[in-house]
């Protein structure tokens, strides 16, 4: 599974990004104070909505702060294809 497209909502601080996956559900990204979360859903509403909900898909922490103030908005992508191959088929 992988990203068919995506776009960056928000380039700062929380970075921000969503799209299509090439399996037709939808992700939506977010990382802020060293923590991202991922969540995949039907729609980009019901992923939204399972991220503000913390019902993530996946979640993790990142010590050094590069996806919220580094170049997460250049590599958001690359991003997001690394996290959900880490997962397989996510639910």
């Not at 380039?11 to 802020?32: I, K, M, T, V």
């Not at 590069?66 to 996290?83: C, E, K, Q």
């Amino acid at each position: 599974m992988k990203v068919k497209s995506y776009t960056v909502t928000c380039n700062s601080c929380p970075h921000q990004a969503e799209g299509e996956l090439e399996d037709g559900r939808w992700f939506y990204f977010r990382a802020r104070h060293h923590f991202w979360y991922l969540s995949v859903g039907d729609t980009l509403d019901s992923a939204v909505y399972r991220n503000d909900n913390e019902d993530a898909t996946a979640m993790g922490v990142d010590p050094h702060g590069l996806l919220t103030y580094g170049d997460a908005p250049d590599n958001a992508r690359a991003i997001v294809n690394a996290i959900i191959s880490t997962l397989g088929e996510a639910s």
